[in-house]
């Protein structure tokens, strides 16, 4: 018989790249996103910035603050705003241990990656962090460097 096709082809995996260079992570965990409109369409064809999104606890409800997604090109009038306060979707038990872990002094919940998972729904991975200090961020800059070399003695 005919081979199935999928109902999602196109792979959606949008990172944060800025957040490992900045925060060494503690824990992760992935949340759904309440959207409005157009803006899963928008997340579809891959027009989401993350570099400057943070979350932050509200009535005991996680929410997402600057994150960018472009506004949908083929809609009308009826278009979604780029950069709006979203709603994070999370179990009450993680809710409770993000919220504990997070009244710690120094750590800070940050968006890493947003991809689209087999059910179509966007979904967004968010890592409980602490900051990097400078003496850590020359460490993971020269891990870089001696991975590039290692590659390049192997070709």
């Known amino acids: 018989m005919g081979q199935e096709k999928k109902k999602f082809e196109k792979i959606i995996n949008i990172k944060n790249k800025k957040a490992s260079y900045e925060f060494e992570f503690i824990d992760t965990f992935k949340a759904g996103l309440v959207l409005k409109g157009t803006e899963i369409k928008s997340i579809r064809e891959g027009k989401v910035s993350l ?38 979707l999370l179990s009450k038990k993680e809710l409770e241990k993000l919220e504990s872990k997070f009244e710690e002094k120094g750590l800070s919940i940050i968006p890493v990656r947003i991809f689209i998972n087999d059910k179509g729904l966007a979904k967004l991975e968010i890592a409980l962090a602490r900051g990097k200090k400078v003496h850590d961020k020359r460490q993971s800059i020269k891990e870089k460097d001696t991975k590039r070399e290692l590659a390049r003695m192997k070709f």
């Open 51 to 88: 570099t400057e999104a943070y979350c932050f606890f509200r009535k005991g409800e996680l929410f997402i603050k600057q994150m960018h997604i472009a506004p949908y090109s083929m809609a009308s009038s009826y278009n979604h705003e780029a950069v709006r306060e979203r709603k994070l």
